[in-house]
């Protein structure tokens, strides 16, 4: 599952216990991601599902469900 992936992904890069990553997790706002975090999280994420995120996609990726929904329309 996509979603379950993406989880894993933030734990690692952005070190936030699990339960605070949902759907409606906001990456900058609720998980403290800054924009370094951000472009590193969206390079792997790009890695893991073969898919390229344009800037602009990019920043209109706001929370962890726009990040699944992202991935899910492109795959």
């Known amino acids: 599952m996509i979603f379950e992936r ?3 992904m933030i ?3 952005l070190n936030v216990p699990e339960e605070k990553i949902t759907m409606q997790a ?3 706002e609720d998980l ?3 924009s ?3 472009v590193e999280l ?3 994420i790009e890695d893991e599902f073969s898919v390229q995120v344009s800037d602009e996609e ?3 990726i706001k ?3 726009d990040l699944v929904n992202y991935i899910e329309a492109l795959n």
Do not use: F, P, Y
């Open 26 to 28: 906001r990456l900058a």
């Open 6 to 8: 993406i989880k894993e």
């Open 58 to 60: 990019a920043q209109n």
């Open 42 to 44: 969206i390079m792997n």
């Open 36 to 38: 370094i975090d951000a």
């Open 63 to 65: 929370t962890v469900g």
């Open 32 to 34: 403290g991601a800054d």
């Open 11 to 13: 734990m690692e890069e």
